[in-house]
């Protein structure tokens, strides 16, 4: 197969044997001041088009604040719509940045500041003067100039802009050389899995239920159908308790008791085998245990390092770095955003615990655990299927559960059918949640825990 070359066509070199010069010039020094001029020619060029960039962006957005003024007029009468407008230059003069500046008559700049204050000033005497549709005539005009006049800034920088990244990328240099070349590898750093306690080896078995059968298990005076119901319930859970356990390795539990994103960040920094799905999970869910316990500080502290975990595992390969620079502003957006994400969760976790603790005085009566069913996460969901009439088999299942018990589920409300489960015992609760998972009747995506804590 031929090699194409042709991408070396546009290269430019500094040094080049052939190169002549004059006789009285040092072909050295000649070299050693082209490379300078090229590169000195490139970085005035690159600082340029960020300039550029960055003035294209500033005018589109004073571009949208002029738009909106005008459509304030248009779409109001002229007394609402000059009072509206005196109320928006003061919201967009507060909100307003000293480098937010508007192209003016004679070329020059002007801070969007001191024409959102002079505006308002020939309004207010405008309105002293003339009628308010005069002013707002006039005012509407001059909206349409400026408007007129940005959006001509934006497309003269626009075309400039064009031309100097098309001038850019006429030479090969070591800034683009690699933007069209396609790598057939990619290695991505994984996370070390934490180590398990112990291995099982699982079968999928497909069992075939006998309605008839399942009909005399239901019946919760039997005891001995009880006791079997019972034990094959706590066999799945043996079989299953490693893949439902969510333990915090040692890693986890420590990194869950730092205060402050510089400890955090340090920690990290030399700890990434720890940013992932999982070890979030864990240390969330030793937050809702020791809110549980009465725990409040380290149950918030919980939430922050959970939330530390997932912010920097979505942000990518450099989501460390990425996230404690946002953090590092007093002020920023991002901060902001991280910490209402904090107090939203912690409020969830505060509230259900809050829940869970008023609803032991019923379900908690001289030392009795209690079954209750418990969601994960925020877009957990809890789906009740109420048969209909047409399916006989489950509508004999349906009937065969404790009249409150069918009362709560047909509310289908997680509060109402813990309720009735915390009034049972605990071995005919975990039946009838058990018998609802088999039949679909209940689906919630979550676990069960006690209210002891248990799980």
């Known amino acids: 197969m031929p090699l194409d070359y ?5 290269l430019e070199l500094s040094d080049d044997s052939d190169i002549e010069v004059h006789p009285n010039v040092d072909k050295r020094s000649m070299i050693k001041w082209k490379r300078e001029a090229i590169h000195r ?6 600082a340029k088009m960020e300039q550029l960039s960055l003035f294209i962006s500033q005018q589109k957005n004073v571009l949208k604040k002029v738009q909106e003024l005008i459509d304030t007029l248009k779409n109001n009468d002229d007394t609402t719509g000059l009072k509206n407008i005196m109320e928006a230059l003061d919201k967009e003069k507060l909100e307003a940045t000293p480098d937010m500046k508007v192209p003016s008559s004679d070329g020059k700049e002007v801070v969007i500041a001191q024409v959102f204050t002079l505006m308002k000033s ?12 005069e002013v707002k005539k006039s005012l509407l005009v001059r909206f ?11 497309d003269e920088s626009s075309k400039e802009l064009d031309k100097l990244e098309q001038e850019a990328n006429k030479k090969l240099t070591s800034e683009n050389m690699f933007t069209n070349e396609k790598s057939s590898k990619t290695i991505i750093n994984k996370p070390k899995p934490l180590p398990s306690r112990s291995e099982k080896k699982k079968e999928k078995v497909i069992e075939t239920l006998n309605p008839v059968p399942q009909m005399e298990e239901l019946n919760l005076g039997n005891k001995s159908k009880q006791e079997a119901v019972k034990a094959k319930e706590e066999e799945k859970e043996e079989n299953n308790s490693d893949d439902e356990d969510i333990e915090m390795s040692p890693d986890a539990a420590k990194f869950s008791k730092l205060k402050g994103f510089e400890d955090s960040f340090k920690f990290l920094s030399s700890h990434f085998d720890i940013i992932n799905e999982k070890t979030s999970d864990s240390i969330l869910g030793q937050a809702f245990t020791a809110q549980l316990k009465g725990d409040e500080a380290y149950a918030k502290n919980c939430v922050i390092q959970s939330l530390i975990i997932q912010y920097c595992g979505q942000l990518g390969r450099e989501g460390v770095n990425l996230f404690f620079s946002k953090m590092g502003g007093v002020n920023t957006q991002g901060r902001k955003m991280f910490f209402d994400d904090v107090e939203k969760t912690y409020d969830r976790i505060r509230t259900r615990c809050a829940e869970i603790a008023a609803e032991g005085g019923d379900g908690e009566q001289d030392g009795m655990e209690t079954i209750q069913l418990q969601p994960m996460g925020d877009g957990s969901q809890l789906t009740v299927r109420i048969p209909t009439p047409l399916d006989v088999e489950l509508t004999k299942i349906f009937n065969a559960f404790p009249f409150e018990f069918q009362e709560a589920l047909k509310t289908k409300k997680l509060e109402e059918i813990n309720k009735v489960l915390g009034k049972l015992p605990v071995d005919q609760a975990e039946m009838l949640v058990g018998v609802c998972s088999d039949w679909g009747f209940l689906d919630v995506e979550g676990e069960v825990i006690d209210q002891t804590g248990k799980q």
């Open 122 to 133: 020939q309004i207010e005497t405008g309105l002293s003067q003339q009628s308010p549709a």
């Open 144 to 154: 349409e100039q400026t408007q007129a006049t940005v959006q001509k800034k934006i």
């Open 6 to 10: 042709s991408k070396w066509d546009n």
């Open 41 to 46: 020619e490139r970085a005035e060029r690159k």
